[in-house]
């Protein structure tokens, strides 16, 4: 039987593996889905060598950085992202080699390009880890200009602080790439000046339970249009699923 599964850490949250079990029970796929929560990524090649039926692998949080160096080949946009989230597993004789890709950046341009009108030409993406580089890289592939918001500003960075009601104008997209938010702790949210948003606001949740968080009902209060995060991970999952099986 074939193996696919989930590298990150915790694991409680999951997606991927309720989807793709009923991918296979429903299609009659020989193959299962199996989250492999490990503490370090030093873990990784144990988790390889001890699954010998291993044909592929998600990344989650905090190994889509972290998996990279353990890769033979990363396609050139994962590359330019800096993560990855998806790992094919080949085996060549006695040789495993691992490609890396991005789905991330596929799910997430198709899921907010329609959602997308004139007045959305710059936006603020809340986080600096992992996903957010793939959400930097598909919104610049949208055309939109980017500004990261960190608890901790640095270069290219701004603090929380210093989101002003003039940059929520100014930048009337909003990603969160945060898990602020996230069950069970839905009764938080990113610190915003949510009262200068109106219409013209586009939020964008990456987070999906709950259906909707705290950031997304605050700005529909003000008019907000938004968004979570379920059909970005669906669209990343059918991209996972093509990159495993691609010749």
């Known amino acids: 039987m074939d193996k696919y599964g989930l590298i990150g850490y915790p ?8 989807y793709f079990n009923e991918k296979f029970a429903n299609e009659h796929i020989d193959a299962e889905y199996i989250n492999f929560e490990i503490p370090t990524i ?12 291993l044909k592929g692998f998600n990344c989650t949080i905090p190994y889509k950085e972290k998996v990279i160096s353990y890769l033979d080949d990363i396609t ?26 991005n789905s991330d950046v596929i799910g997430f341009t198709r ?4 959602l997308l009108e004139k007045c959305h030409r710059k936006a603020l993406i809340l986080g600096t880890g992992g996903a957010s580089k793939a959400i930097n890289f ?7 200009q980017t500004l990261f918001v960190s608890r901790h500003p640095h270069d290219g960075a701004i603090s929380y602080d210093d989101v002003t009601p003039e940059i929520i104008k100014e930048y009337p997209v909003i990603v969160n ?51 979570n995060g379920l059909e970005m991970l669906l669209l990343q999952a059918f991209a996972s699923w093509e990159f495993w099986h691609e010749k």
């Open 138 to 144: 598909g919104l610049k592939s949208l055309g939109l």
């Open 177 to 227: 790439c945060t898990p602020v938010g996230m069950y069970p702790h839905a009764d938080a949210c990113p610190k915003l000046p949510y009262e200068a948003m109106d219409i013209h606001t586009l939020l964008y949740d990456l987070i999906y339970n709950p259906d909707e968080t705290l950031f997304m009902k605050k700005g529909r209060e003000h008019g907000a249009t938004v968004k």
């Open 42 to 53: 030093e873990d990784l090649p144990e988790i390889i060598d001890s699954n010998p039926t």
């Open 111 to 114: 899921s907010i390009e329609p």
């Open 76 to 101: 050139p946009e994962a590359r330019a992202i800096g993560a990855v989230n998806v790992v094919k597993v080949t085996h060549k004789g006695r040789k495993i080699f691992l490609k890396g890709y």
């Open 11 to 18: 694991l409680g949250h999951s997606f991927s593996k309720n």
